[in-house]
């Protein structure tokens, strides 16, 4: 699927407050279920806007990443929880036991796919929630602190950005990191990571310099962009507010939700089929609301 550019999407319309609100509730609503069948509708539905969103290359990087997380939690999960039943195989070699617990898998599973939803989640707040947006909502707030989280969030992506060009500028070197010896390669990789460091601190320093020369936070910003609330911006609000309300209903009614990892011992309940439904319309508003931004624009 070919990525929709933001500018053509319902969430350009959106003001950056109420997009900033849907995140938030978002995050909430990971952290409210942690049934098998709950969290892998969390995944599908983030993996569909994913892919209008975020494109088909992203988003296929993205999840080849949650596989390898996804087995590795599995694996280190198992492994160190072994006590509870059912027990499915047994491993014996030498003094050594190895018991394979349902129970423990299951909880792994819904513990990786809760962890890889809260990844995709930011992967598209990155993507919708700009640096200047969300400059423009915590700037009235603190401005300092809209920095913070402007930096925080664009970090990984940046760093990543900044790495590949250093790797193509030391090639032309004839400094290649793929050939050689582990060690040789490890070298090498630790030295670009070095320079990077270097590279960063010096330029958080310039950069802190001249924020204070400008006396950034004395007086309040100016946005070369200003947004107004809408009538459409009333209504995502609301209902996802309506949503996140009976969600939280749900889970004080104990569906979705396990205390311990001895009551895993399936993987989809039938009292798991009201907080799905809910979840899934929740996670495809968006996805919704650009059917209706296109019929309106239409």
């Not at 599908?44 to 997380?69: E, N, V």
């Not at 006590?83 to 003094?95: A, D, E, S, T, V």
């Not at 030391?170 to 990077?196: A, C, P, V, Y």
Request: hydrophobic content about 55%; some cysteine.
């Amino acid at each position: 699927m070919k990525r929709v550019p933001l500018q053509m999407t319902f969430f350009s319309q959106v003001h950056p407050v109420a997009s900033t609100i849907y995140f938030a509730e978002l995050m909430t609503c990971l952290l409210l279920f942690n049934h098998v069948g709950v969290a892998l509708t969390e995944v599908i539905g983030l993996t569909i806007c994913g892919f209008y969103y975020l494109g088909k290359k992203s988003m296929i990087g993205q999840l080849k990443f949650a596989a390898s997380f996804l087995i590795m939690i599995l694996f280190f999960n198992t492994l160190l929880n072994q006590k509870f039943h059912p027990i499915l195989w047994q491993f014996h070699w030498g003094f050594l036991t190895y018991k394979f617990s349902y129970a423990a898998f299951l909880y792994g599973l819904a513990m990786a796919l809760i962890l890889i939803a809260m990844l995709f989640v930011f992967a598209l707040l990155n993507q919708i929630l700009t640096p200047s947006r969300l400059i423009y909502v915590f700037s009235p707030i603190a401005p300092r602190l809209a920095m913070l989280v402007s930096i925080s969030f664009t970090l990984v992506a940046n760093f990543i950005l900044r790495f590949k060009k250093l790797l193509i500028l030391q090639r032309t070197r004839n400094l290649d990191t793929t050939s050689g010896s582990l060690m040789t390669r490890i070298k090498k990789i630790l030295h670009l990571f070095e320079i990077m460091l270097q590279d960063s601190l010096s330029s958080a320093m310039e950069t802190a310099n001249l924020m204070d020369a400008r006396g950034f936070g004395a007086a309040k910003r100016s946005h070369y962009r200003s947004y107004h609330w809408q009538v459409s911006d009333w209504i995502f609000i609301g209902l996802s507010s309506l949503l996140l309300l009976n969600m939280i209903i749900i889970r004080l009614l104990k569906f979705g939700w396990s205390r311990s990892v001895t009551n895993f011992t399936v993987a989809f309940r039938f009292a798991d089929s009201l907080p799905i439904v809910f979840l899934l319309i929740f996670f495809l508003l968006p996805i919704l609301s650009e059917g209706v931004y296109r019929a309106c624009q239409n």
